[in-house]
């Protein structure tokens, strides 16, 4: 650690040197086959799993907004265009925004990732065959490769996110009816559909030696899953080539590390070479959109983790994201709530006082006809999030701040910035493919 503390510009007995991770290398990341990344790269941009096929993984994850939808609070289902452009189909307009802030994908594949989802409702678990937990129960979790295979079970089931409304297709009819796994559940409609198809046939006869009536939907998840790891890993940022003594910071992201790793206080929690700790705290986050709720419940409040594990003492508590990267994935916090990530390092600084000093401008929310602002609007709630916080407040001036910016701007990694396989131009569903205005797209192959 000696070395590298002095490469950094952090001596031994410097407040933080301790706290500097270790490089990343390849014996954190598993080993990758190719041929599955690229099955994974075709059916991540295919609107073929949503109900409705217009929406596909990459609409709220595109590499081009981040790995993220540059909104606040997402359209799913019922949207029409990409990112911040992303507005309501007037033929059939979505019933609420996406409860939570689409969050980047950058080294989920890593062996080092324990939990997933800002409330953690995945998580390793030793004691279960299958590896990890989820809400699910165990019955719907074998034949997941792990937990970055595991989340995809969500997305496909969520009314909002790519099911579509009840009532209105195949797929959002049985998710209504608890139809979930087993012959002519959701899983098996979506399998089917794919199967159907004799782009995905070839592919899964090669990569997996499956035939069509052997294709199941956790093969496609699988498959999603290694893409997702092998095209978004990120390890090659200057923060990276600085931690390997290969190169140097400028003297403010110099500045912003010392910070980050000292008085700043940021690293207590933006541990490891991840930059988190993968544990839950209550930070005083802006709640804005929905809220998440039962269908038969009508609030808008978000208690994180507490909804996980029913305990008030993790009420308002949410999953610490890595920093891989931060600068691409605005908007920031559960909610979304801040396009300016000096602002949302303002309100980190003093969680109470942000809260209360909120400026609604920083959120990017397309007009809906949705009430965006229930819970800010109502003082017990507001009250009950700020109750919440145990961090002191850390005095940050404007020039910590913007070392601080520099230095997580050093986190910004231009391989996986652009992605490694790319955006295809089709794919074998023949569906459009979500493209920003002028992206550069790759073929099919």
């Given at each position: 650690?000696?070395?590298?503390?002095?490469?950094?510009?952090?001596?031994?007995?410097?407040?933080?040197?301790?706290?500097?991770?270790?490089?990343?290398?390849?014996?954190?990341?598993?080993?990758?086959?190719?041929?599955?990344?690229?099955?994974?790269?075709?059916?991540?941009?295919?609107?073929?799993?949503?109900?409705?096929k217009k929406v596909s993984c990459a609409t709220c994850h595109h590499p081009h907004l981040g790995t993220s939808d540059g909104l606040s609070v997402g359209i799913g289902d019922g949207g029409q265009g990409l990112g911040p452009h992303r507005v309501s189909d007037p033929d059939n307009p979505p019933e609420q925004r996406i409860p939570r802030n689409a969050?980047?994908?950058?080294?989920?594949?890593?062996?080092?990732?324990?939990?997933?989802?800002?409330?953690?409702?995945?998580?390793?678990?030793?004691?279960?065959?299958?590896?990890?937990?989820?809400?699910?129960?165990?019955?719907?979790?074998?034949?997941?490769?792990?937990?970055?295979?595991?989340?995809?079970?969500?997305?496909?089931?969520?009314?909002?996110?790519?099911?579509?409304?009840?009532?209105?297709?195949?797929?959002?009819?049985?998710?209504?009816?608890?139809?979930?796994?087993?012959?002519?559940?959701?899983?098996?409609?979506?399998?089917?559909?794919?199967?159907?198809?004799?782009?995905?046939?070839?592919?899964?006869?090669?990569?997996?030696?499956?035939?069509?009536?052997?294709?199941?939907?956790?093969?496609?998840?699988?498959?999603?899953?290694?893409?997702?790891?092998?095209?978004?890993?990120?390890?090659?940022?200057?923060?990276?080539?600085?931690?390997?003594?290969?190169?140097?910071?400028?003297?403010?992201?110099?500045?912003?590390?010392?910070?980050?790793?000292?008085?700043?206080?940021?690293?207590?929690?933006?541990?490891?070479?991840?930059?988190?700790?993968?544990?839950?705290?209550?930070?005083?986050?802006v709640q804005i959109g929905p809220g998440k709720a039962a269908r038969f419940e009508r609030h808008a409040r978000d208690i994180g983790r507490m909804r996980v594990t029913g305990d008030p003492n993790h009420a308002y508590a949410f999953r610490t994201p890595s920093l891989r990267n931060v600068a691409l994935t605005a908007p920031y916090g559960h909610a979304?709530?801040?396009?300016?990530?000096?602002?949302?390092?303002?309100?980190?600084?003093?969680?109470?006082?942000?809260?209360?000093?909120?400026?609604?401008?920083?959120?990017?929310?397309?007009?809906?006809?949705?009430?965006?602002?229930?819970?800010?609007?109502?003082?017990?709630?507001?009250?009950?999030?700020?109750?919440?916080?145990?961090?002191?407040?850390?005095?940050?001036?404007?020039?910590?701040?913007?070392?601080?910016?520099?230095?997580?701007?050093?986190?910004?990694?231009?391989?996986?910035?652009?992605?490694?396989?790319?955006?295809?131009?089709?794919?074998?569903?023949?569906?459009?493919?979500?493209?920003?205005?002028?992206?550069?797209?790759?073929?099919?192959?």
């Open positions: 650690m000696r070395w590298i503390a002095i490469v950094l510009g952090l001596w031994p007995g410097m407040a933080g040197a301790d706290d500097l991770p270790s490089p990343l290398s390849d014996t954190d990341f598993p080993a990758v086959d190719i041929g599955e990344a690229r099955l994974g790269r075709l059916l991540f941009y295919d609107p073929i799993l949503s109900g409705n969050p980047g994908l950058f080294n989920l594949g890593a062996k080092q990732v324990r939990v997933l989802f800002y409330d953690g409702r995945i998580e390793r678990d030793e004691t279960s065959p299958s590896g990890f937990r989820t809400p699910m129960g165990r019955e719907m979790e074998q034949g997941f490769d792990g937990l970055l295979s595991a989340q995809t079970m969500f997305p496909v089931l969520s009314a909002d996110e790519m099911a579509g409304h009840y009532g209105e297709n195949a797929i959002s009819k049985v998710v209504r009816s608890g139809r979930i796994t087993g012959p002519d559940g959701a899983w098996d409609l979506l399998a089917r559909r794919v199967a159907a198809l004799p782009g995905y046939q070839r592919r899964f006869a090669t990569v997996y030696g499956l035939g069509p009536d052997e294709i199941h939907f956790t093969d496609i998840s699988n498959a999603i899953a290694v893409f997702m790891a092998h095209e978004w890993r990120s390890d090659t940022s200057p923060f990276d080539a600085y931690l390997r003594g290969q190169g140097r910071l400028s003297e403010r992201a110099m500045t912003g590390l010392r910070l980050f790793y000292g008085a700043g206080g940021c690293a207590d929690c933006h541990s490891g070479p991840l930059l988190t700790d993968q544990r839950f705290h209550a930070m005083g986050d979304g709530a801040y396009a300016d990530l000096a602002a949302y390092l303002r309100h980190h600084a003093d969680p109470v006082a942000g809260l209360e000093d909120y400026d609604r401008d920083q959120a990017v929310l397309p007009k809906l006809g949705v009430a965006d602002w229930r819970i800010l609007e109502d003082t017990a709630e507001v009250d009950a999030i700020a109750g919440a916080v145990t961090r002191a407040p850390v005095d940050l001036e404007q020039t910590d701040v913007a070392a601080l910016v520099a230095f997580l701007e050093a986190l910004t990694d231009p391989v996986a910035r652009t992605g490694r396989l790319g955006v295809p131009e089709a794919v074998p569903s023949g569906l459009p493919v979500a493209q920003p205005l002028s992206a550069a797209t790759s073929p099919v192959d």
